[in-house]
């Protein structure tokens, strides 16, 4: 856990783009381009203590948690955490939560094994997050894989005696298979949260990637139909500009 702050180039900014130098250019500008500053590690407890300091000074006591999804390394997943939430006019504190992709698009087996074992240390932290914090509303942005770990780590929480509520969970892309998501996770997210959105795509190339690795649909794909569930609003994304990879 840890501190990162990032630079936002608030004057050459494009919503919907986290700009980066090109590959001849030795160092980014800050006017034109995002970047981290530096990196504080911290360890469990003075990270939420930080944390809770910063929402109990804050007029705004939310937290929006960015989890990543395949194709992602830490350091392009906390630019986009910071872009998403800039663009977004979000008030409360943006956290991203990172697991350990690989970072190619040829090492999705690899990834996805990296996103099943990751469940148990996001159980933690967004354990940790409503326990020890003054946040009063917790809102869940997921990608690809992202979804995949963060809806197996909700269906847990629906079982246990005193629910947890979070605020806002969005899904995009998720890499889900479309019938276990009917069938499991679409009757169990609304019963943690307040509302539910998928935004499902054809130009998701991530998704594109994982249709090549798995025999049955994925709930964010709209290749053959889009995942409609009651209790979740579904939004097709498939016509919306995006980077190169269709996930923006």
Request: proline residues 5%.
């Amino acid at each position: 856990m840890g501190v990162c702050p990032i630079n936002i180039p608030t004057g050459k900014h494009k919503a919907g783009v986290v700009e980066r130098p090109a590959w001849y250019e030795s160092t980014g500008s800050p006017d034109k381009y995002f970047a981290i500053t530096t990196l504080r590690p911290l360890e469990t407890d003075p990270f939420f203590a930080e944390l809770n300091r910063r929402l109990t000074n804050s007029s705004c006591r939310e937290v929006t948690v960015f989890i990543h999804g395949y194709n992602l390394t830490f350091s392009t997943a906390a630019l986009y955490a910071c872009q998403l939430s800039w663009d977004c006019g979000f008030r409360g504190i943006p956290v991203l939560y990172s697991w350990p992709s690989h970072g190619t698009l040829l090492a999705y087996p690899r990834d996805e094994e990296s996103a099943h074992l990751t469940e148990a240390h996001l159980r933690f932290f967004l354990q940790g997050l409503l326990a020890k914090t003054a946040v009063t509303n917790v809102h869940l942005i997921a990608h690809s894989l992202g979804c995949s770990a963060l809806t197996e780590v909700l269906k847990t929480f629906v079982a246990e005696t005193n629910q947890p509520m979070f605020g806002e969970i969005i899904l995009a892309a998720p890499d889900v298979n479309r019938v276990a998501f009917i069938q499991d996770v679409a009757q169990a997210l609304p019963r943690v949260a307040r509302r539910v959105t998928l935004y499902a795509s054809s130009a998701d190339k991530t998704l594109q990637v994982s249709r090549s690795f798995h025999q049955y649909a994925r709930a964010g794909d709209v290749a053959t139909k889009l995942t409609v569930c009651q209790g979740i609003d579904t939004i097709d994304a498939s016509d919306v500009d995006a980077d190169l990879l269709g996930r923006s």
